[in-house]
């Protein structure tokens, strides 16, 4: 599995399919200078995930515990 698909493979297992649709499946996904970012469809910019990939699937944890935006 791609670092890629295991980001989006924690976005699902936290949103799931009714919280997320297609926004979750079509993520852009990237690596860039400053680390892990994700692109939701429909919002602003990328948000910051963190520059492991762990640190992503953290942040990814955290962001839909809060509820924020992502559930």
């Known amino acids: 599995m791609s670092?890629?698909?295991e980001i989006r493979e924690t976005l699902m297992d936290v949103i799931?399919?009714?919280g997320c649709?297609?926004?979750c499946t079509e993520a852009d996904v990237f690596h860039d200078d400053e680390g892990w970012k994700m692109q939701?469809?429909?919002f602003m910019g990328?948000?910051?995930?963190?520059?492991?990939?762990e640190e992503a699937k953290t942040t990814i944890k955290e962001l839909g515990s809060m509820g924020f935006?992502?559930?």
Do not use: I, N
């Open 69 to 71: 935006g992502l559930s």
């Open 16 to 18: 799931g399919e009714e």
């Open 46 to 53: 990328p948000w910051k995930l963190g520059k492991t990939v």
């Open 3 to 5: 670092d890629v698909q």
């Open 21 to 23: 649709g297609v926004s």
């Open 40 to 42: 939701l469809e429909c």
